[in-house]
């Protein structure tokens, strides 16, 4: 997957972004009516989306592994189901992290599947089939809030309050998977996840619809052991320069940085040159949880020196407030059980 060109994020419409709106309006004609078109299919079990309205990450599977803990402390038994991005399974496949590989299955997978069980299904339908025969009594679905072909009974829409959605154009203009007046249509909730103004106008749109508002905001665990570290920050994420602001928050001195594009399958001399700078000015490689899962799961030595030799920023996220979030939940199911 390429890194997300800039301008997508930048206030205003530049060039570039005016170069490319003719075939973001055919985009955008399309992606919407395929979203407000009807669900070809619908699980046995409930299905609590995790989305987001632009490409990149915002926060899903922390708030993903969140939501899990309050779910199984309240008594449910979740399972995940995801696309596998980045993995080259189409599945149905449920997850076996000793078996499977990041290269199978994405790095999100690996990190879920320490939580509850997990699904990869290229076709979200035969996926939550494949949930229906585990021990589980609803579906979490990281990702696929664009996605009509399976029906949802809870879609919690997250927007970073830093970025927003960038331009407020649609792919490949801007970073909307979908024009954002047809995304809020579908939404249920809007999660807004740290601090910052630029989710202003999608706050404003969400409210006129009446739609429940949520904070969130992502808790690096670094246990003060970074503080005044000299470091060699790398991540193949969404967006990198989060990770590394988060780095610096926790105390680390940031002496050089390396940003590859989200789901980068980290290659041999990758490897050797985040080794070679680190070990030539003395500093400390650190990384994401979900680099992470792509290194350890690559196979040759190269790999696990470079696992060896990094630490990892873990995170967690607090969701405000967490009781109305599961009053959410809550009525969502009771309604589906109503409709039955």
């Known amino acids: 997957m390429k890194t997300a060109p800039s301008?997508?994020?930048?206030?205003?419409?530049?060039?570039?972004?005016?170069?490319?709106?003719?075939?973001?309006?055919?985009?955008?004609?399309?992606?919407?009516?395929r979203m407000l078109s009807a669900p070809s299919s619908q699980s046995r079990l409930p299905v609590i989306c995790i989305g987001n309205f632009t490409v990149g990450g915002t926060g899903k599977t922390p708030f993903a592994l969140r939501l899990c803990s309050l779910l199984q402390a309240a008594g449910h038994r979740p399972v995940f189901l995801?696309?596998?991005?980045?993995?080259?399974?189409?599945?149905?496949?449920?997850?076996?992290?000793?078996?499977?590989?990041?290269?199978?299955?994405g790095d999100e997978a690996f990190l879920l599947a320490a939580?509850?069980?997990?699904?990869?299904?290229a076709d979200?339908?035969?996926?939550?089939?494949?949930?229906?025969?585990?021990?589980?009594?609803?579906?979490?679905?990281?990702?696929?809030?664009?996605?009509?072909?399976?029906?949802?009974?809870?879609?919690?829409?997250?927007?970073?309050?830093?970025v927003g959605v960038g331009n407020g154009m649609v792919l490949p203009a801007g970073p909307l998977r979908a024009p954002l007046s047809v995304q809020i249509?579908?939404?249920d909730a809007l999660v807004v996840v740290g601090e910052g103004t630029r989710a202003d106008a999608v706050i404003h749109q969400a409210a006129r619809r009446a739609l429940p508002l949520l904070q969130a905001r992502?808790?690096?665990?670094?246990?003060?052991?970074?503080?005044?570290?000299?470091?060699?920050?790398?991540?193949?994420?969404?967006?990198?320069?989060?990770?590394?602001?988060s780095l610096a928050g926790c105390?680390?001195?940031?002496?050089?940085?390396?940003?590859?594009?989200?789901?980068?399958?980290?290659?041999?001399?990758?490897?050797e040159a985040l080794l070679t700078r680190a070990q030539s000015q003395g500093l400390q490689l650190v990384t994401t949880a979900k680099d992470m899962a792509r290194i350890a799961a690559s196979e040759g030595e190269i790999f696990r020196w470079l696992a060896r030799e990094s630490d990892v920023l873990d995170v967690s996220m607090e969701i405000?407030?967490?009781?109305?979030?599961?009053?959410?939940?809550?009525?969502?199911?009771?309604?589906?059980a109503f409709r039955a």
Request: glycine share 10%; net charge neutral.
């Open 218 to 245: 992502i808790v690096p665990q670094s246990g003060g052991r970074l503080d005044g570290l000299r470091v060699l920050a790398y991540a193949g994420i969404g967006r990198p320069e989060k990770f590394f602001a």
């Open 251 to 271: 105390g680390a001195i940031l002496a050089e940085t390396a940003s590859f594009a989200d789901h980068h399958a980290f290659s041999q001399a990758d490897a």
């Open 185 to 187: 249509r579908r939404a």
């Open 124 to 162: 979200r339908p035969s996926g939550a089939r494949l949930a229906e025969t585990l021990d589980a009594d609803l579906i979490l679905m990281d990702d696929g809030f664009q996605n009509p072909a399976l029906a949802k009974d809870l879609s919690l829409v997250l927007v970073d309050a830093a």
């Open 115 to 121: 939580a509850a069980p997990t699904i990869i299904a």
């Open 7 to 33: 301008f997508w994020w930048q206030p205003g419409l530049g060039p570039k972004a005016l170069l490319l709106g003719p075939l973001a309006a055919v985009y955008g004609l399309v992606a919407g009516r």
């Open 82 to 105: 995801l696309r596998g991005y980045g993995g080259s399974e189409r599945g149905p496949l449920l997850v076996d992290p000793a078996v499977h590989t990041s290269s199978q299955i």
């Open 320 to 336: 405000e407030p967490e009781d109305r979030l599961m009053t959410l939940i809550t009525d969502a199911l009771r309604r589906r």
